[in-house]
């Protein structure tokens, strides 16, 4: 069984260009969620995909999208990049899209690292 | 809007002896929270959860209390290795779909 894997680990940006995240899900899962962890923060949920739908959104603005592939995998896309976006990039999946009373556990990659200058 | 807390940044205890990390709450619709553990350059992993009808769930050397009433949760590590150092976040869903997670308690055992 393949956990979930993202790339790339690392990479530096500048401010106003725009990056692509990748995010292959655990082998049996359908949904992706992706979080974004600033330094000495939690991970703040940013949105889920299921069905290659977006299913749900935090609060972030729309230079935030996404994508899922009939795979299951999926990317982030955010465009004009700002300093703030520095952060951590989680993504996690799950088999279905409620978390609501443990329904699904969130299983997490190891992230991407943006740093944005 | 912070609904999950955990106050305590950082955490160190001997070897052997209990680890007591902190999470508090402001959403009393809540129905279930969890706890993940992360290592550097790791995602974070699953390590215990509890149901807001228990008050108790213990799994091995990790048992999760839950007072309700004062919106609270601990997990406490008993006892507390040095594979337990790691960054832990107390988490709990809502609205179907996402997790809101707490900023994290950074635990260093020391042998």
């Known amino acids: 069984e393949t956990g979930v894997t993202q790339s790339p680990t690392h990479l530096i940006k500048t401010r106003g260009q725009q990056v692509t995240l990748r995010c292959s899900s655990q082998?049996?899962?359908?949904?992706v969620s992706w979080y974004q962890q600033a330094l000495g923060q939690g991970p703040q949920f940013i949105f889920q995909y299921y069905r290659e739908e977006e299913n749900g959104r935090g609060n972030f603005p729309p230079r935030f999208s996404g994508l899922q592939f009939p795979n299951y995998s999926s990317e982030l896309n955010v465009n004009a990049l700002e300093l703030d976006d520095s952060a951590l990039y989680l993504c996690?999946?799950?088999?279905?899209?409620?978390?609501?009373?443990?329904?699904?556990?969130?299983?997490f990659g190891a992230g991407s690292r943006l740093t944005v200058l | 809007d912070q609904q999950v807390k955990q106050n305590s940044p950082s955490l160190s205890v001997q070897e052997g002896r209990i680890s007591i990390l902190n999470c508090d709450y402001t959403?009393?619709?809540?129905?279930?929270f969890l706890w993940y553990k992360k290592y550097p350059a790791e995602g974070p992993t699953f390590l215990i959860s509890?149901?807001?009808?228990?008050d108790k769930n213990e799994d091995g050397r990790f048992t999760v209390f839950l007072n309700k009433s004062a919106k609270h949760l601990s997990l406490h590590i008993v006892p507390s290795q040095p594979g337990d150092s790691a960054v832990y976040f107390c988490?709990?869903?809502?609205?179907?779909?996402?997790?809101?997670f707490g900023t994290g308690t950074s635990l260093t055992v020391i042998p």
């Open positions: 996690a999946s799950s088999l279905g899209t409620s978390v609501h009373s443990g329904a699904n556990v969130l299983t």
């Open positions: 988490a709990a869903p809502h609205t179907g779909n996402q997790f809101y």
């Open positions: 509890i149901s807001s009808i228990k």
């Open positions: 959403n009393s619709m809540f129905d279930y």
């Open positions: 082998s049996g899962h359908n949904t």
